[in-house]
């Protein structure tokens, strides 16, 4: 135990710990949701490449313009209160992209269109996120938790699209979006804590 608690000092901070293991999950479903919506565009247009480049399009183009403006919007607002307004605004995404997936009436234009409003969200979420932290773990441990933060999104990148795999022929896309949506409950869930 002494060995772990000088290796992860970040998470013997409550507060850390919980956004961090939130995150975790939330990221592990938006990276299931990203599998997702490319099987689905991809067998929506009958195989049609092209789509697959706007699907990617229209994520990059919301994370190189508003990245600046989420950084200037977290310093000047409650962070907590923009973390909220982010994740659940996500959460009704994926919510609505497995309802229109269920009911047969998604098409094309909608992953586009919630990808591109997903992406949004994360370019403010993200500097919200990065500048909390600092006010989470004291200065000792902000190198660790600046860590432990980073291996949320690459552990995530490498748990996600496999899980999304196994179950993608099995459940579905319109679960894979659901589990997503559940999945950003786990953030705002530690935000209220």
């Known amino acids: 135990t002494s060995a772990r608690r000088a290796r992860y000092p970040a998470l013997h901070h409550r507060?850390?710990?919980l956004?961090?293991?939130?995150?975790?999950v939330?990221?592990?479903?938006?990276?299931?949701q990203n599998v997702a919506q490319s099987?689905?565009?991809?067998?929506l247009t009958g195989n049609n490449l092209l789509y697959l480049g706007w699907l990617g399009l229209s994520f990059a183009i919301p994370m190189i313009v508003a990245p600046p403006l989420g950084g200037a919007l977290a310093d000047r607002v409650d962070r907590i209160r923009l973390l909220y307004v982010t994740q659940t605004c996500s959460l009704l995404l994926a919510a609505a992209l497995a309802l229109l997936t269920w009911s047969g009436a998604i098409r094309p234009a909608h992953i586009l269109v919630t990808t591109f409003l997903g992406a949004l969200l994360l370019a403010f979420d993200n500097p919200a996120r990065q500048s909390l932290i600092p006010e989470l773990v004291p200065?000792?441990?902000?190198?660790?938790a600046l860590s432990l933060n980073s291996a949320t999104y690459?552990?995530?990148?490498l748990v996600g699209p496999a899980l999304a795999g196994l179950l993608l022929d099995t459940v579905g896309a319109g679960w894979l979006f659901m589990l997503n949506a559940a999945s950003f409950l786990a953030v705002i869930g530690a935000l209220l804590a």
């Open 26 to 32: 939330s990221n592990m479903g938006t990276w299931m």
């Open 19 to 24: 956004i961090w293991s939130g995150m975790l």
């Open 39 to 43: 099987w689905l565009i991809y067998k």
């Open 15 to 17: 507060n850390f710990t």
């Open 139 to 144: 200065r000792a441990d902000l190198l660790n």
């Open 154 to 157: 690459t552990g995530a990148a």
